[in-house]
């Protein structure tokens, strides 16, 4: 059973950096692709990056070039590295993991690609 969990998010002001963490148990690493997402008060949840097993990384235009995922193969972990933060960024985080190898077009966007999740982490950006 793969058991995942998100820690390091916070507060903190626009235009600072916070890092994520999620360590996953119950699992291979390698098997699967691993992404994170957020989900913000009365939105749908939105995929934000993932490393498919193909060895492709994905990012939303909306976080390319501020987010990094990176992971760990020795720990267990990956990680979003969070850089000049906007309020709009303001979320509920998660880590969630995917049998998919590689996705066709925007499907790594979607919710319904992966089948297991952390129980999230908040990250609130003042202005």
């Known amino acids: 059973q793969v058991q995942l969990r998100e820690s390091g998010g916070g507060s903190v002001q626009s235009g600072g950096d916070l890092s994520l963490s999620c360590i996953g148990s119950?699992?291979?690493?390698?098997?699967?692709?691993m992404g994170w997402f957020r989900q913000a008060t009365g939105k749908e949840r939105e995929g934000l990056v993932v490393?498919?097993?193909?060895?492709?990384?994905h990012y939303a235009d909306s976080v390319k070039g501020r987010f990094t995922i990176s992971q760990d193969k020795a720990k267990n972990r990956i990680y979003l590295e969070m850089n000049s933060l906007k309020p709009e960024d303001t979320a509920i985080y998660y880590c969630?993991?995917?049998?998919?190898?590689?996705?066709?077009?925007?499907?790594?966007?979607?919710?319904?690609?992966?089948?297991?999740w952390g129980q999230g982490t908040q990250v609130t950006v003042s202005s």
């Open positions: 969630a993991f995917s049998i998919w190898t590689g996705f066709y077009g925007d499907s790594w966007r979607s919710p319904s690609s992966f089948g297991y």
């Open positions: 119950g699992h291979t690493f390698g098997k699967y692709s």
């Open positions: 490393i498919a097993i193909d060895g492709k990384t």
